[in-house]
C-alpha cells in the first residue's frame, strides 16, 4: 500500500518561500503514468490544483501560479517537493500531495494534508 508522507513546514513568513516535500512509500516516482501533484484548500474556499510533475520528469503549473511555483524531484530519494515563492497570507493554507494515474488530475493517493500558515 503505497503511502505519501509530507513536511511539514508550518508557518512561513510573508516573502518567503515555501517549501513542501512528498516522500513516496512504494514505487518510483518515474513509474510510468503517474503524476505527482500539489493540490491546496484554503480555509472556506475550493480546492486549487497548483502543479504535477510527472513521470517523465515533466512538469506543468497552474497558470494563476506558475510564475512563482516550481515542482522538483529527487529520485534517489522517491520525493517531490513544492516550492511557492514570495508568499502572501493568501497563500495559508491545507496543502495536499497526491498521485494521479493515467492522468494529472486522477488522483487515487493523497497525502495526509499539511496546514501552511503565512503570517508575520
Known sequence: HVTLQQSC????????????????????????????????????????????????????????????????????KNQFTLQLKSVTPEDTAVYYCARGLGGPLTFDNWGQGTQVTVSS
Do not use: F, H
Open 9 to 76: 513546514p508550518g508557518l512561513v513568513k510573508p516573502s518567503q518561500t515555501l517549501s513542501l516535500t512528498c516522500t513516496v512509500s512504494v514505487g518510483s516516482i518515474t513509474t510510468n503514468y503517474y503524476y505527482w501533484s500539489w493540490i491546496r484548500q484554503p480555509p472556506g474556499k475550493e480546492p486549487e490544483w497548483i502543479g504535477y510533475a510527472a513521470y517523465s520528469g515533466s512538469t506543468y503549473y497552474s497558470p494563476s501560479l506558475k510564475s512563482r511555483t516550481s515542482i522538483s524531484r529527487d529520485t534517489s
